[in-house]
């Protein structure tokens, strides 16, 4: 018993020298860098080795200060360089066997970075207007933002700020000039940025408005236009008035667009406002723009007949839409839909109109005065239309007159050749007319074709002759010739005693 006791005692001895002499022995690995400085966007090489022996594999950690818990950043490669390009504390260890056998860690080595930094508006505009809230911004270049304590060089220099951000929330005069920043960690090496410069400028500005025009067209509109002298970024509030007496509505607010188009009359103004909290300039002067008054409105018109035109004075780009009613007491029915043609032609009777329509959304003219088209002709409540009847009036009298003379002179001609044939004829037919019965009353009536314009018949009455007389005188009686519907009586037989007797035709 005392014997086993006795060995044990030996290995515990014979194990605690043999342990204490292998961690005694135990390797440290060894980093070395080639530069001390990482330059602005450059980078710089490490190296790490374990003296007298190879075959090792290694390891790579980095922290950011001297405080910080350090990451691992390459784990068992097999080269004994990396590239690195941030700045921090670096070390490495070696290892080989399986299972591993590591080094000791290597001595840590400190790399710094070079930055650079800007100082940045958040507003992006240099000038200023007193009570305005500025915040400059300290911003790095070509590295992180990590553990940096910053500085600030500018005209106040009673008032420091230790972070990125350099806030003025009401600025005077007084703190117009150059603002510097930079910043400083273990890691990072910088110099002071270059200067920003800031301009404050004494009075509140005034918003300026103009408009393209003063009177609205008919069914068009007008731009109003807003600005703010010397500056940017502003966003604009637009108001409107009917009248001086009366109260400004806010029509749009916080419109970045400076420029607006209204299609109604009134007083305008407007203003800007940029920032945050809102910093507002001085309300602009007052525009008044009038709408244009009914009379002077363009209207689509009506010409025409059975192809009905409509046209709008002065403008282009319509689109026409053509209405119709029965009477004038019935609702108009749309008979066509926005055509592009402004001719439209009508087979029915009734009271047309039209009306012109263009842009998106459609923009309507006044309707046009109307136009009623009858089945028998039509009459137009236009008093543009006489003119063209009156002128047809006019040329188809020009027409009528002549015809009317030729044919008066082409009468008269034929009459007097039929005269001149009758008196020519050497004697009378007998036996073409049948014996004529006098008239049995005491009056005998002889007449006679007397030649004018009207077939006038002339009685010439004598009483002294008998019917036996003229029998006894005249065997036969006198034949009547017929010629183109003029009757004339032959020439009066001579006689020494009475003159022959009456007869009516």
């Known amino acids: 018993m005392r014997h086993s006791l006795f060995c044990m005692l030996d290995l515990l001895l014979l194990s605690t020298v043999f342990y204490g002499n292998a961690t005694a022995s135990k390797p440290r690995a060894s980093i070395t860098a080639h530069e001390g400085v990482i330059p602005a966007g450059g980078s710089v090489t490490l190296s790490c080795s374990v003296e007298g022996s190879a075959g090792w594999k290694f390891d790579w950690f980095r922290r950011d200060s001297e405080f910080s818990v350090a990451q691992k950043i390459g784990a068992g490669t097999s080269e004994h ?13 070696g290892g080989r066997g399986d299972p591993v056998f590591s080094t000791e860690d290597s001595v840590p080595v400190k790399i710094k970075k070079r930055v650079l930094y800007v100082v940045k508006s958040q507003h992006r505009w240099p000038q200023m207007f007193i009570g305005e809230t500025i915040i400059l911004q300290c911003e790095i270049q070509g590295g992180e933002d990590k553990e940096i304590t910053y500085e600030w060089k500018s005209p106040n220099p009673n008032i420091p700020e230790t972070s990125s951000e350099y806030r003025i929330s009401r600025v005077s005069v007084s703190h117009s000039g150059d603002y510097r920043c930079r910043g400083s960690s273990d890691c990072l090496l910088a110099k002071w940025s270059d200067p920003f410069t800031l301009i404050v400028l004494s009075s509140k500005p005034r918003a300026t408005l103009t408009a393209q025009s003063s009177v609205i067209p008919a069914g068009g509109s007008v731009t109003l236009s807003c600005s703010v002298e010397g500056s940017a970024g502003w966003k604009f509030d637009w108001f409107r008035r009917d009248s001086v007496s009366s109260k400004a509505q806010l029509m749009r607010g916080n419109e970045a667009n400076r420029v607006i188009s209204v299609s109604q009359g009134g007083l305008y103004h407007c203003r800007g406002g940029r920032g945050d909290p809102v910093y507002y300039t001085e309300d602009s002067s007052d525009v008044t723009v009038v709408e244009t008054s009914q009379t002077e409105k363009p209207q689509a018109s009506l010409v025409g007949s059975v192809t009905l035109n409509c046209s709008v004075n002065d403008s282009a780009g319509w689109r026409y839409y053509w209405f119709r009613r029965t009477s004038e007491s019935s ?67 020009l027409l009528i007159v002549p015809v009317l003379l030729c044919c008066i002179c082409c009468h008269t001609r034929i009459r007097d050749r039929c005269r001149n044939r009758f008196m020519q004829s050497p004697n009378i037919n007998q036996s073409s007319a049948a014996p004529q019965t006098p008239n049995q009353s005491d009056t005998q009536i002889y007449s006679s074709l007397l030649h004018g314009d009207l077939s006038v018949y002339e009685s010439i009455r004598n009483s002294g002759s008998t019917r036996s007389d003229f029998h006894s005188r005249h065997p036969h009686p006198p034949n009547l010739h017929l010629t183109n519907t003029s009757v004339r009586a032959p020439s009066k037989p001579q006689s020494s005693s009475s003159p022959p007797p009456e007869f009516r035709l």
């Open 331 to 397: 609702a108009a029915q749309r008979i066509t839909n926005g055509t592009s043609s402004h001719t439209f032609s009508v087979s029915e009777g009734g009271i047309y109109y039209c009306r012109g329509g263009r842009g998106d959304p459609v923009c309507f003219t006044e309707d046009s005065v109307s136009v009623t088209i009858e089945t028998n002709g039509f009459r137009c409540e236009s008093h543009s239309f006489l003119v063209p009847f009156i002128i047809g009036l006019v040329f188809g009298s």
């Open 81 to 93: 360089t990396i590239s690195i390009s941030e700045g921090g504390i670096y070390y490495c260890r």
